[in-house]
């Protein structure tokens, strides 16, 4: 099993660019997640998903879009790009909803630099 | 507010010397308290606990939570070099299982 896979694993954008952050997972979990970890602030959910059709905003959603049109894929989409959004972003995957009792599995993340 | 406050932020240590890593948390109803280790990459999977006192052991690392005082702690004994990184600790809560995360413990374990 790959586990979860994100890519690309570097990107630079300028200002105003756009650009999608792919996210597949093999191992059948319900539940999808996108993080974005700065210095200083930790892990900040950005947005998830419970299923297939199903997503949520998380505690950053701004300048984000998700989509979730099957188990396995969970893009997540910048529309225009801004510095502000220079950051490391990891997808996350678990069998059941954080915090009941399935731990999360995380890509291998993907260093944004907006310019 | 839920919070999840780990101490301390960060530790030098030596090879062979045993660490603590301090987890408190302040949440409404309460789920699991989970540690993750980080090191270049992507967070790993260490622990989750539910319950209050019994502890999780795996080769040098263990953790033990304590519901009452609502604190989790992450031992290392015998570290290693390969032990750098920094330790993450978050805490599930909420009707909606929300996890939240603490900033983190940066351990250095020097040769």
């Known amino acids: 099993n790959a586990g979860v896979t994100q890519t690309p694993k570097f990107q630079v954008l300028k200002t105003g660019q756009s650009m999608t952050l792919q996210c597949a997972q093999d191992m059948n979990h319900e539940y999808m997640s996108w993080y974005r970890q700065d210095p200083g602030m930790g892990l900040r959910l950005i947005h998830y998903s419970v299923g297939a059709g199903i997503t949520d905003q998380g505690e950053v959603p701004n300048g984000y879009n998700v989509s979730r049109s099957t188990t396995e894929d969970f893009p997540l989409r910048l529309l225009s790009a801004a510095p502000s959004q220079t950051s490391v972003y990891f997808c996350a995957s678990s069998r059941l909803q954080t915090g009941s009792g399935s731990p999360l599995h995380f890509g291998n993340g993907t260093r944004l630099t907006v310019t | 507010e839920d919070k999840v406050v780990q101490s301390p932020l960060s530790l030098v240590v030596h090879e062979g010397d045993t660490v603590t890593l301090n987890c408190s948390y302040e949440?409404?109803?309460?789920?699991?308290l989970l540690w993750y280790k980080q090191e270049k990459k992507a967070p790993t999977f260490l622990f989750m606990l539910t319950s209050s006192g019994i502890e999780k052991k795996s080769g040098r690392l263990s953790s033990i939570l304590d519901k009452k005082e609502l604190f989790s702690i992450l031992n290392i004994t015998a570290t290693q070099t390969g032990d750098s990184a920094v330790y993450l600790c978050?805490?599930?809560?909420?009707?909606?299982?929300?996890?939240?995360w603490g900033l983190g413990t940066s351990l250095a374990v020097n040769p």
């Open positions: 978050a805490v599930g809560a909420g009707n909606n299982r929300k996890l939240i």
């Open positions: 949440v409404t109803n309460f789920r699991s």
